[in-house]
């Protein structure tokens, strides 16, 4: 562990000085088998769940399971965080310290961590009330768009954040007037839908599905958001076509790449195909035409 000072997260009409914090540093735990005895029950209680759940998926894995001894360990750095501050073990104390831990740069630079805590976040998250994620939503957002950018090349971080991303999606404000706030995340969200990673690009179509699911009684919200999806269909359905005529006016030398691309536009236009067999009955009407 680590002590990182000046943490800071507002938290309902109050605010969390995690000062100094101790969170995880930017180094992989070694593989420690954790046992979780009767003491920690009454700390459990208040939770909401967390950590039981937490510790049904992760907590018996075993010592060959470095990711679930991870993000166990996070649990119980951020539950020690919340109780040296004299606050209430509850999911709305987990989202304020794990943002907070999350906005530092030394937090993210370790690729173990930052996969341990958005797992944690995806379970966090929808025990966390939508006027608090509401509060907190654009820095939130922010944080996980930068974070997606920042890992790119990690396939099971950005499988995580993309959950993370999508329960953030759901809970944002669908007023007319607050939407547009919503559309840079939602356009990193609707940019994996075509990631060459099967895992990624099920889960940024998992999370599209349920973002329009969540939309149905909103229609100027579920209009906009089907107008992005729409748009983004479009272009990679003409992929293959504008490829090949590429293909065609390329030199023998250029033909190799040429016929590459021509590939790439075909799996995509196939991976946008079967996702629209999902999200299609949830577009606004005009957006399908």
Request: aromatic content about 4%; overall charge positive; glycine content about 6%.
């Amino acid at each position: 562990v680590t002590d990182c000072s000046s943490l800071s997260w507002k938290y309902s009409d109050g605010c969390i000085k995690l000062q100094p914090a101790v969170i995880l540093a930017a180094t992989p735990i070694h593989p420690v088998r954790i046992q979780i005895s009767q003491d920690c029950l009454p700390v459990m209680q208040d939770d909401g769940g967390i950590t039981v759940e937490v510790l049904a998926r992760h907590g018996n894995k075993g010592p060959s399971s470095t990711e679930s001894q991870q993000v166990v360990a996070v649990l119980h750095a951020l539950k020690d965080v919340i109780v040296a501050e004299k606050l209430p073990v509850t999911p709305t104390s987990f989202f304020a310290a794990g943002f907070s831990a999350m906005e530092k740069q030394e937090t993210r630079s370790s690729v173990p961590v930052t996969l341990a805590m958005c797992t944690l976040l995806g379970i966090v998250l929808p025990r966390v009330p939508n006027n608090v994620l509401r509060a907190k939503w654009v820095g939130a957002t922010t944080l996980m768009t930068t974070l997606l950018q920042e890992q790119h090349q990690q396939p099971q971080v950005c499988k995580a954040a993309l959950l993370v991303l999508s329960q953030l999606m759901g809970a944002c404000d669908p007023s007319q007037e607050a939407w547009p706030h919503a559309a840079g995340p939602w356009a990193v969200l609707l940019a994996f839908l075509t990631d060459p990673r099967a895992k990624v690009r099920k889960r940024a179509s998992q999370g599209v599905v349920e973002v329009l699911a969540g939309l149905q009684a909103h229609p100027a919200a579920l209009s906009a958001a089907s107008d992005a999806l729409a748009k983004l269909v479009g272009s990679v359905l003409a992929g293959p076509e504008a490829a090949a005529r590429a293909a065609a006016a390329a030199s023998s030398k250029a033909r190799g790449p040429a016929e590459e691309a021509i590939t790439r536009a075909v799996t995509s236009a196939l991976h946008i195909l079967g996702m629209q067999r999902d999200a299609l009955p949830l577009m606004a009407a005009g957006a399908t035409k």
